[in-house]
């Protein structure tokens, strides 16, 4: 079935590149998204990908595309303290069924 | 200003006990979804409606119940609430011409 993979934790400094990986398995996915969740908040969308793209840019994040290998990448630049959060990956199947990840805790190191 | 409301916020309920959490939307949007968000396992969706009168199951549908009457409210039923149900519940809409799902704030639920 359908599944999104990506891992639990990732610890980052200030100021460095943080690179949060996710991997999918639905070859006929249309769009891949980001979201982020700050602690007691909703989901707010960062950024997303149509399938038939490889790469996304937009300010500091950078979104790669590799269909090939259903892996999905987000890049945030110069990480600050305002981007620790949980960071969810998900496939959109069809209509409006979408697929998330478990997320990715983002911690910010001084 | 563009919103998803969700109510109640919090709700302690006990086994059985049928509830309802509502959810509204004033941006118009023809998809509206429904997911719990569990600890390790992510957010699951729930059920989803593509428009008025057109509803469908997620991933985990099983013990919930929807309905779409009016396009801006999206209500989720829990008949018979079990502990196995305690979670936090996001609802979200998006307009069919876009990508950009709404959440609402949340609703955390227990179920004694």
């Known amino acids: 079935g359908e599944d999104v993979e990506q891992s639990l934790f990732l610890s980052v400094r200030e100021g460095d590149s943080s690179v949060i990986n996710c991997t999918y398995t639905?070859?006929?996915?249309?769009?891949l998204y980001w979201y982020k969740q700050e602690p007691g908040a909703g989901l707010q969308l960062l950024t997303y990908?149509?399938?038939?793209?490889d790469m996304k840019q937009d300010q500091r994040l950078t979104v790669l595309l590799n269909k090939k290998d259903k892996h999905l990448s987000l890049r945030i630049a110069d990480t600050q303290t305002g981007d620790s959060a949980i960071y969810f990956c998900?496939?959109?199947?069809?209509?409006?069924?979408?697929?998330f990840g478990k997320g990715t805790r983002l911690h910010i190191l001084p | 200003e563009a919103q998803v409301t969700q109510n109640p916020r919090y709700l302690i309920t006990v086994t059985g006990k049928k509830l309802t959490v509502t959810c509204s939307q004033n941006?118009?949007?023809?998809?509206m979804s429904w997911y719990r968000q569990d600890p390790g396992l992510g957010l699951r969706q729930i059920y989803y409606?593509?428009?008025?009168?057109?509803?469908d199951k997620g991933d985990v549908p099983e013990g919930y119940k929807v309905s779409r009457k009016e396009k801006r409210n999206f209500p989720l039923i829990l008949e018979s609430p079990s502990p196995n149900q305690t979670s936090l519940y996001f609802c979200?809409?998006?307009?069919?011409?876009?990508?950009?799902?709404?959440f609402g704030p949340g609703t955390r639920l227990t179920v004694l």
């Open positions: 979200a809409s998006r307009d069919g011409t876009r990508n950009e799902q709404f």
């Open positions: 639905d070859s006929s996915s249309t769009y």
């Open positions: 990908i149509f399938s038939n793209m």
């Open positions: 998900a496939e959109s199947i069809w209509d409006d069924k979408i697929i």
């Open positions: 941006m118009n949007h023809e998809y």
């Open positions: 409606s593509m428009n008025v009168e057109v509803t």
